[in-house]
């Protein structure tokens, strides 16, 4: 990424403002050949932490059903779960382009894809929404684009579609699937769209897609030939035992969280936390004068030899 499109953060010698990153942006990575690193996010520290590290796009995506606040899957996950997440995501990067995600039946009609659309922008403060579906969304991108709200497609595998697909399975595989996807590819960038995330389809057709797109491909299960590549943060960062086959692992924050959850639980245990440097004492005359031990108040013989009580009516 160039300097003009990933401005460091601000400090005392400089405090230049940081510039956020927009679609136009975008797509000048896109003609330079730079590829595209995108990333989930759902909260604000983590959001600053993945702006500090150059992360040009983050989305904002419903996966937070599943791995944040614990559903089955991306179904339940309500208009006001993602503006509230987004909210937070924005708050923290200061630079990375925010990409919110249209939840379930959030986008049922073209005017009411406008408008919840327009709640991301206006509300959260994100930059752009994504819409799953290809043909099927092609009117429902353009009636936002129209409105002047950047649109992120995504095509294959389809989390929204799930009980329509019957199982989390590789897309466009045969050759009639294949053409749709290609199809659909197609009529996602005529509607106006951004870019295109390429879920769960088979290298060569990635490929193929990105080939054939003026707009940059973000995959996830779809190959190094696309534009770019997105992972879900949880995954990422290594959460769980078990993660996709598409997904790399940087970290293993589970063994290192548990790690760090049962050493403070056996500190406090034995006694050992807090120690001296997470202790805070007062002047120990202070101290002696609220409890009654100070030497003025030795002649008293009306103070108790245990001082004076706390619940005494002064």
């Known amino acids: 990424m160039s300097a003009s499109t990933n401005p460091k953060p601000a400090t005392k010698a400089s405090a230049a403002p940081v510039r956020r990153l927009t679609v136009s942006d975008i797509a000048r990575l896109h003609a330079d050949g730079q590829r595209i690193a995108m990333i989930t996010a759902y909260d604000y520290p983590t959001a600053r932490l993945l702006d500090e590290a150059g992360l040009p796009i983050l989305l904002v995506g419903d996966s937070l059903g599943r791995v ?8 339940p996950v309500s208009m006001d779960d993602m503006l509230h997440h987004a909210k937070a995501v924005v708050r923290g990067a200061k630079a990375a382009l925010i990409v919110g995600d249209m939840p379930f039946l959030s986008y049922a009609t073209p005017d009411q894809a406008v408008h919840n659309a327009g709640r991301f922008l206006a509300e959260a403060g994100v930059q752009a929404v994504k819409v799953e579906g290809g043909r099927r969304s092609a009117k429902t991108i353009e009636a936002i684009t129209r409105a002047g709200i950047p649109v992120m497609g995504h095509i294959g595998l389809t989390p929204q579609a799930i009980n329509q697909i019957g199982k989390v399975r590789v897309q466009g595989k045969t050759r009639e699937a294949a053409r749709e996807l290609l199809s659909d590819a197609i009529a996602v960038q005529e509607a106006g769209a951004f870019a295109v995330v390429l879920e769960l389809v088979p290298e060569q057709l990635a490929r193929a897609i990105t080939d054939r797109l003026q707009v940059p491909t973000i995959g996830i299960g779809a190959g190094a030939g696309c ?21 790399r692992p940087y970290a293993n924050l589970r063994e290192v969280i548990l790690g760090a959850a049962r050493a403070y639980r056996a500190d406090v245990e034995a006694g050992t936390f807090p120690g001296d440097a997470e202790t805070v004492r007062m002047d120990d005359d202070v101290i002696n004068e609220v409890l009654g031990y100070s030497v003025l108040d030795r002649p008293s013989r009306s103070i108790p030899a245990g001082g004076i009580p706390l619940d005494r009516d002064l």
């Open 68 to 75: 944040i606040l614990g559903y089955e899957n991306e179904i």
């Open 227 to 247: 534009s770019g590549q997105v992972q879900v943060l949880t995954d990422l960062l290594g959460y769980e035992e078990w993660h996709p086959r598409h997904a």
